[in-house]
């Protein structure tokens, strides 16, 4: 049997099929002294400009609902002022929701006590800002340990532990060094070696690369997937960032107006778009670098060979052009068990290049 052709494509979460880590439900958030009265009244119903000029309110989250299951990337997306960092601040009470639950492994997030919230923040939940916000007159090993001192963790544990995820993050021979002697790519480095030294189950990033490079943004960005393979966190992810999101995020969440528009799989958004909204944000995506050999799979036809190269279920299209080239024979497409699935030629391959040429010049696509 041939060895199954390797894939590119980002290692999906184990945690699927686990109980939610997070639970959010019916979370609502409105600024404005009228909130109360939007909330389980007929101004529910209404889009934000009308609630907007009835109340003085401002409706920036709408009760949005999902889960996020352990060891997975969550990924929240929209355009500047769809209600993301509003709700991530909302999941961890740095803005009290108006309304709704968040669920952290089934305690209430929204109802803790003020001391068991602290707890929670020091203990279970660890966040990044797009600011990187380092104490500028401590050392960079003073900063990861931060959050240990404050918890109380003795020096030369916090330290140790503080040296590890330094290094962890590809910063090692930098403990002595101020902030701002670093770059800002560093210095985001410095942010995520502090969120991951107090071992927290849950990591929350609020647009964390926004204001980076767009090389630096692409080595933070492979830096957050490399230490998702190695350590599993669940973290949920807030970008605008559309290519971010994609490369990161295991599922993704487009809100629009502080609303869920929909949820899904990279795959999901960029083969099955829910509306006109989600379809225009993937329009200009190749679906060659996010649709899968699963998704392409179809039966064997008349006489064709069915002993073709073997390729898994979840390698990315454009990662099989090259083994098609190699032969005549369709590959097999294979899930974990090696179960066959299904075939892919080149004919549909082809057909699938044809259709994204054909949606970026906005022309109907030629039978291949």
Avoid at 306 to 311: K, L, S
Wanted: charged letters at 25%.
């Amino acid at each position: 049997m041939n060895s199954p052709a390797e894939s590119t494509a980002r290692p999906q979460s184990a945690g699927s099929g686990a109980e939610p880590r997070i639970s959010v439900r019916n979370m609502w958030k409105v600024f404005g002294k009228n909130a109360g009265s939007v909330v389980g009244t007929d101004l529910a119903e209404q889009d934000r400009e009308t609630v907007r000029a009835r109340t003085g309110a401002t409706v920036a989250v709408r009760d949005m609902t999902f889960d996020v299951h352990p060891g997975e990337t969550f990924v929240v997306m929209g355009l500047s002022g769809s209600g993301k960092s509003t709700l991530v601040r909302c999941m961890t009470r740095l803005i009290e929701p108006t309304s709704g639950t968040m669920l952290l492994d089934g305690e209430d997030v929204a109802t803790c006590a003020p001391r068991r919230l602290r707890e929670l923040r020091r203990s279970r939940m660890s966040m990044v800002f797009q600011h990187f916000g380092l104490l500028p007159h401590r050392r960079i090993i003073d900063n990861v340990a931060y959050g240990l001192e404050v918890r109380g963790t003795p020096r030369a544990e916090r330290y140790a532990r503080a040296r590890a995820m330094i290094e962890m993050v590809g910063l090692a021979g930098n403990e002595e060094s101020r902030p701002g002697q670093l770059s800002g790519g560093m210095q985001q480095r410095v942010g995520l070696a502090r969120a991951l030294a107090a071992d927290p189950e849950v990591l929350l990033f609020d647009e964390p690369f926004s204001a980076l490079d767009p090389l630096i943004r692409r080595d933070m960005q492979e830096e957050v997937l490399r230490l998702q393979r190695e350590l599993h966190k669940t973290a949920v992810f807030i970008t605008h960032d559309l290519s971010e999101a994609l490369k990161l995020g295991d599922r993704i969440a487009i809100m629009r107006n502080g609303a869920l528009a929909q949820i899904g799989t990279p795959e999901d958004l960029v083969g099955n778009p829910a509306d006109d909204y989600v379809r225009d944000f993937v329009k200009d995506v190749s679906r060659t670098t996010v649709l899968t050999a699963s998704s392409l799979a179809r039966p064997a036809r008349g006489d064709e060979p069915t002993d073709g190269p073997v390729v898994r279920a979840g390698t990315v299209v454009g990662d099989i052009v090259a083994p098609l080239a190699g032969g005549t024979a369709p590959l097999r497409v294979v899930d974990p068990d090696g179960a066959v699935l299904g075939y892919v030629g080149r004919e549909d391959v082809l057909r699938l290049v044809a259709e994204d040429s054909a949606r970026a010049a906005d022309t109907p696509a030629a039978g291949v």
